[in-house]
């Protein structure tokens, strides 16, 4: 099974960016892991929040296929525990999916669209995160799952 990030916005080039480098790398050695940025809208203060998600969600849609399993890190979604995400990953693998995919939204969410095409939502947390740092924190726990099915000692 294939994992994949879909996020809004650019890489920042910053110190967060060669975290999120380090676990990726270290995700393929147990799955097939890519991420896939869609860039920041042209002129989007000109626009509304509505119309940010409608032109933002168009662009997710694209990088989505059909018989992926999508699933929305989304402030109102379900939170998990590490070995409750470990399970849910393990259980996605042995339904025989080829994609597994993740996306994380602008700054306004998602659009009704989006949202239709989900297969389930995930709160990393309740709190309120810059996206780079949702994307940091949702790969050190991608990593964390892999060990954790893996059974290696990187979770106590």
Same mark, same amino acid.
């Given at each position: $099974?294939? @994992?994949?990030l879909?996020?809004?916005?650019?890489?920042?080039?910053?110190?967060?960016?060669?975290?999120?480098?380090?676990?990726s790398?270290?995700?393929?050695?147990?799955?097939?892991?890519?991420? @896939?940025?869609?860039?920041?809208?042209?002129?989007?203060k000109? $626009?509304?929040?509505?119309?940010?998600?409608?032109?933002? /969600?168009? $662009?997710?849609?694209?990088?989505?296929?059909?018989d992926?399993?999508?699933?929305?890190?989304d402030?109102?979604?379900r939170?998990?525990t590490?070995?409750?995400?470990?399970?849910?990953?393990?259980?996605?693998?042995?339904? /025989?999916?080829?994609?597994?995919?993740?996306v994380?939204? /602008?700054?306004?969410?998602?659009?009704?669209?989006?949202?239709?095409?989900?297969?389930?939502? $995930?709160?990393?947390?309740?709190?309120?995160?810059?996206?780079?740092m949702?994307?940091?924190?949702?790969?050190?726990?991608?990593?964390?799952?892999?060990?954790?099915?893996?059974?290696?000692?990187?979770?106590?």
């Amino acid at each position: $099974m294939k @994992i994949r990030l879909v996020w809004i916005g650019k890489p920042d080039g910053d110190i967060f960016d060669e975290a999120i480098k380090s676990y990726s790398k270290k995700i393929t050695s147990y799955f097939p892991y890519e991420t @896939i940025a869609i860039p920041y809208l042209k002129n989007a203060k000109s $626009m509304s929040e509505d119309e940010q998600k409608k032109r933002e /969600g168009e $662009m997710i849609l694209k990088k989505i296929e059909n018989d992926d399993f999508v699933v929305l890190l989304d402030e109102r979604g379900r939170e998990f525990t590490s070995v409750q995400f470990a399970d849910f990953v393990q259980q996605r693998a042995n339904s /025989g999916l080829k994609s597994l995919t993740f996306v994380i939204g /602008g700054a306004y969410g998602f659009s009704k669209d989006v949202y239709a095409r989900q297969n389930a939502q $995930m709160a990393l947390s309740k709190l309120t995160f810059p996206h780079i740092m949702v994307r940091l924190v949702f790969a050190e726990q991608l990593y964390r799952t892999c060990t954790i099915l893996n059974n290696e000692p990187y979770h106590h």
